[in-house]
């Protein structure tokens, strides 16, 4: 046991320099922590954002009509599935 001891007093010695070491990080923990719950706060409105812009971009794309070719003819869509027919037929200019 008697060669024990100064092998725990190491111990200690290590413990309390290492206590020692992480002391001065705490508060560089704390502006980490805080810069990182600003980072989220900001994620959460860049998300929010994002939400918006995505349903605007839905209804621009609901309401834009699409050309399409069926068969010879251009068929002009919409949002409301009307279909009509524009005269356009494949290789002819529209004249």
Request: glycine share 8%; aromatic share 4%; charged share 25%.
């Amino acid at each position: 046991m008697h060669n024990e001891e100064p092998s725990l007093r190491t111990s200690m010695a290590a413990i309390q320099d290492l206590r020692g070491s992480i002391t001065p990080l705490e508060p560089k923990l704390d502006a980490v922590t805080f810069d990182v719950n600003l980072l989220m706060a900001d994620f959460g409105k860049i998300s929010k954002k994002v939400e918006v812009a995505e349903t605007h971009i839905e209804r621009l794309l609901s309401t834009t009509k699409r050309l399409e070719w069926q068969g010879d003819e251009v068929v002009c869509s919409g949002s409301q599935d009307v279909e009509s027919t524009h005269g356009l037929k494949r290789g002819s200019s529209g004249a």
